[in-house]
């Protein structure tokens, strides 16, 4: 019998892999202007920092370091991580637990709590990563859509009762993909919502800290009185995507169960990436690090939102004030998922906005990230860009 006959597991059903990971194959050549990933600035990763701090974590505990070590964590960054996280977050902890990057803690939260069927209530648009994640745990999607000020409460509401929903997914701060902020007043009703439907909410905010204006607003986990919302951090945007190192906090019940989840994941999360990110902490290297990377995004931010004003008449666009996105919306009629391929032709790469819509649709819209680009090369990129959908009207 060949191996055509083998059946994979239905939860694949449907599943055609990241957009944006398929789109990394489409841009691997040389000179290429990306504007898809969410990757850091170059400039950004503290290779100087991390360097001489990894050399002397192995140099002083390098036996327990190169060890197996507790599902529940590296004992000392457990101890600066929750006086990290309490602080960010804004309110007690009972349960936390260091995670390889928050797209463990996604995995995590849907094998602890989705049975198939299950329903997720998530943004519309929403990140298609984590879209990709609650598809593979076979939990049925309904989008809420959103307005300027994120998520509509009356809506969302509405589909609490019409769904009943085992979980909403969340990104409140600088949204991935559109950079909306979730408006303060609509906070602590999502909290209160939740314990009133009996609704998990993951709230997912690794962009909080890359704010570049305005005012900081609380986290919906630091309305939460009742034990629903689970709050998902990471230091993949500040510090280093590479050393996959973020957290889950919540409820002790729930952070149980999902450590239980990822002792036959990965057993626990990379000791040493860990020890580095726990003297990031300690010797207060953080704060000052993140304060110097935001002074390059916010130009880049700004230079590519001055470009954005001479594109085609009729498209509108978000004006983040911090993360790593914006989102355009371009006249009707355009579709941007076959112009991607023209886009290639000329070096520039960007994502369809379709692939982050649970049900699809939305053709006239895309995702620009402007972290990993230099000012020069913004301005040169969003002028093709600007030119290719000119000529598509």
């Known amino acids: 019998m060949t191996l055509d006959a083998l059946k994979f597991a239905d939860r694949f059903d449907g599943i055609s892999g990241s957009a944006i990971r398929e789109i990394f194959k489409m841009i691997a050549k ?23 701090i990894a050399k002397e974590v192995l140099e002083q505990n390098g036996k327990a370091i190169l060890q197996y070590g507790a599902t529940e964590g590296y004992p000392p960054f457990l101890e600066s991580l929750r006086a990290y996280a309490e602080k960010s977050v804004g309110c007690p902890l009972p349960g936390i637990l260091p995670v390889t990057g928050s797209t463990q803690a996604m995995d995590l939260l849907c094998k602890a709590l989705i049975n198939p ?7 519309n648009p929403s990140f298609l990563g984590n879209l990709q994640c609650m ?57 209160e919502l939740a314990a009133k439907y009996g609704v998990v909410v993951a709230e997912d905010d690794p962009y909080r800290d890359l704010r570049y204006d305005g005012v900081p607003c609380r986290t919906i986990k630091s309305y939460d009185t009742e034990g629903w919302v689970v709050y998902l951090g990471s230091f993949s945007k500040v510090i280093s995507p590479g050393m ?16 239980l989840g990822k002792q036959s994941s990965d057993l626990h999360t990379a000791n040493l990436t860990q020890a580095i990110v726990d003297q990031f902490l300690r010797r207060n290297l953080l704060e000052p690090h993140i304060q110097e990377i935001c002074k390059g995004y916010a130009e880049q931010l700004h230079a590519m939102l001055d470009d954005l004003a001479a594109f085609p008449a009729g498209t509108t666009f978000t004006r983040p004030e911090g993360g790593l996105f914006i989102w355009v919306e371009l006249p009707e009629g355009i579709d941007t998922k076959p112009l991607l391929e023209k886009a290639v032709e000329r070096h520039v790469a960007y994502v369809p ?19 990993n680009s230099p000012v ?7 002028g093709i860009l600007k030119d290719l959908f000119t000529e598509a009207l």
Do not use: W
């Not at 069927?117 to 943004?123: H, Q």
């Not at 979730?182 to 906070?187: C, D, H, S, T, W």
């Open 30 to 52: 040389p000179g290429m202007i990306s504007f898809a990933g969410g990757n850091p600035s170059p400039s950004a990763l503290p290779d100087d920092l991390a360097a001489p």
């Open 244 to 259: 996959r190192v973020g957290y889950l906090a919540g409820d002790s019940r729930i952070v149980r169960k999902c450590t």
């Open 117 to 123: 069927g299950d329903t997720i209530l998530v943004e």
């Open 353 to 371: 906005g379709t692939h982050f819509y649970a049900l699809g649709g939305h053709e006239n819209t895309l995702r620009l990230n402007f972290s």
């Open 135 to 191: 598809r593979l745990y076979q939990a049925n999607l309904v989008p809420v859509d959103s307005d300027e000020h994120g998520l509509m409460l009356d809506k969302l509401e509405e589909a609490m009762k019409t769904y009943h929903p085992k979980m909403l997914y969340v990104i409140p701060t600088f949204q991935n993909p559109t950079g909306k902020t979730l408006a303060e007043e609509r906070r602590k009703p999502i909290a």
């Open 376 to 382: 020069p090369v913004i301005h040169e990129g969003m």
